[in-house]
């Protein structure tokens, strides 16, 4: 696998793919790359000829009080497992390859609607670094398609907006959520979590299959909300939502609307803050 910083080799190695007649599949990241990741490129190995990987800690997306500085960095550690993958190209860009003017300079995308609730609620701009960001890195890139998690599902919704609203030539894939054995959803933050705190955050799964049966079971939404939430709650979390919506613009659903539906938590245990969510498929 071989290692780019800068704009210029990137294209460079693109362009001699594209002189091939390959496609090229593109897996955006953080970093501190788990088994969630490694699936990410794995499923983009499997519909693309050639795979690039980012690792690129995007500060455009935190808020003030958020923990961009401790945000882990293992680059070393990551170029490793994405060789074992079997990525072909791995980008890990300075600040100033992406922000050229400075991140506070930046031209910056907002994507309206899907931005301002939920996640965008509570944490204001951060949909709009995101989007910025992704678009920025499909413009170097320019892959054929890009593989996001699902656990992070407004995020992958919002990209999936822009792209459409863009005109961007890019196919977005959503790639299951991988889970520990006790349900947790795998996130680079769960190394936050003490011993204690870890072997409460699974309640965050199992609050969500609850909140799914108690919606076939005919039950309304709100109370499903509500009740989900006061259950963290006595179990020590500090929930910001426990939400049901519509899967195509999360939206509130219509009045005994069961299908196409998916339950959304976030919760904090301690400073650690988790999300997760479960379609109703």
Known sequence: MQTVQDA???????RGWR???LTVGFVPTMGNLHAGHHSLIKLARARADR???SVFVNPTQFGPNEDFERYPRTLVQDQVGLAEQECDLLFAPEVATLYPFGAEQSVSIHVPLLTETLEGARRPGHFDGVATVVCKLFNLVQPDLAVFGQKDFQQLKVIERMVRDLSLPVKIMGAPTLRADDGLALSSRNQYLTPEQRALAPQIYATLQQMRELIAKGHAWPV????AASKLARA???????AIRRVEDLGEP???????LV???AARLGTTRLIDNLPFE
């Open 8 to 14: 210029a080799a990137l294209r460079a190695v693109i």
């Open 19 to 21: 002189g091939q007649g």
């Open 51 to 53: 795979v690039v990987a």
């Open 224 to 227: 499903v909300e509500q009740a």
């Open 236 to 242: 020590g979390f500090e929930p910001d939502y426990a």
């Open 254 to 260: 219509g009045e005994g609307e069961t299908e196409g």
């Open 263 to 265: 339950a959304l938590i």
